[in-house]
């Protein structure tokens, strides 16, 4: 087979959205997360995600494509890099061209080895996909699991003064100081991204600046963190909250496992777990998930 690799563009978006949302379907059937009779809408599924997905797209700093002597789209990967940061948000082969080293090239091209101080990837637990990631110095860090469940309004059992806070330079460099103690870097792209589509909460005790978190709007949730992990319930209720006001029938949260408080929070309030989770690779094991829920969808942390 003939294999071409070229960087994406613009007319890609739809053929490499359904290459990928067909890859998925396929893994999730084959091992058995998923039955026939659930297959999904691919053009309601871009329309839920399409506001992060042209977001990365616009701002990813590697970005290919592998096609086959047809010209169709066999393979996929995109990486973003922020603050010397490097991410894979995206990276998928086709099932009929799985096993011909497409994965291997798209990988190298856009992930390629020795570029950033901190790499990492939130993935599928794909064994061939991971046998491919942990060659790219990266090494397990975590497990996150996604819940889903009817959104309440609850009584918040917290010392925490809460304000929603308007999209500003001040509020950014507020969550900025939160995300260097908590992921170790700086991502002003994402942050801004996520104010000017989601309501942004800032908590305070005694005054002093403590967490963030990012509600619904509509589609997604988070991401949110806190500089003590006691207080993730708290992040997660105000989440909820917003989710009660936008009238939402589910809310789904992605939350590490490592987040101990959060994930007990989850399974007493009611949500159940879904089986479809990620893992979660890095070079230095220098995030501290202990107190950060992740945004959903998990394509960036």
């Known amino acids: 087979m003939g294999i071409n690799y070229r960087r994406f563009e613009s007319q890609d978006r739809m053929p490499v959205y359904r290459m990928f949302r067909d890859s998925i379907w396929d893994y999730m059937l084959h091992h058995r997360l998923a039955h026939n009779d659930d297959e999904p809408e691919i053009e309601d599924y871009f329309r839920r995600q399409q506001n992060l997905y042209l977001h990365l797209e616009q701002t990813a700093c590697e970005d290919w494509v592998a096609e086959d002597e047809k010209q169709a789209i066999i393979g996929w990967a995109r990486s973003i890099e922020r603050d010397n940061h490097l991410q894979l948000t995206h990276f998928f082969v086709s099932t009929a061209a799985q096993g011909l080293g497409v ?9 390629p080895p020795g570029r950033g101080q901190q790499r990492s990837i939130i993935a599928t637990t794909n064994t061939s996909a991971l046998s491919l990631y942990l060659r790219q110095a990266v090494s397990f860090t975590g497990m996150a699991f996604s819940f889903f469940g009817e959104p309440q309004e609850r009584k918040l059992k917290s010392d925490l003064e809460i304000a929603r806070t308007e999209s500003s330079s001040k509020t950014l460099q507020d969550i900025l100081a939160i995300d260097r103690e908590v992921l170790g870097y700086r991502r002003s792209t994402d942050l801004e991204f996520f104010m000017s589509h989601q309501p942004v909460y800032l908590f305070r005790r005694d005054g002093r600046l403590a967490a963030y978190a990012f509600g619904c709007d509509g589609n997604s949730a988070g991401p949110a963190a806190a500089l003590d992990p006691q207080d993730l319930p ?14 939402m029938d589910s809310l ?3 939350i590490p496992a490592a987040a101990r408080q959060a994930v007990d929070w989850a399974l007493a309030s009611g949500y159940r777990m879904d089986p479809f989770h990620e893992v979660l ?10 107190r950060y829920i992740m945004t959903e969808s998990a394509f960036l942390w």
Do not use: N, V, Y
């Open 103 to 111: 994965g291997r090239t798209l990988l190298d091209l856009a992930f």
């Open 234 to 247: 708290a992040l997660l209720q105000q989440i909820e909250k917003s989710a009660c006001q936008l009238e």
């Open 252 to 254: 789904w949260l992605t």
């Open 281 to 290: 690779l890095a070079r230095e094991p220098s995030m501290k998930l202990d």
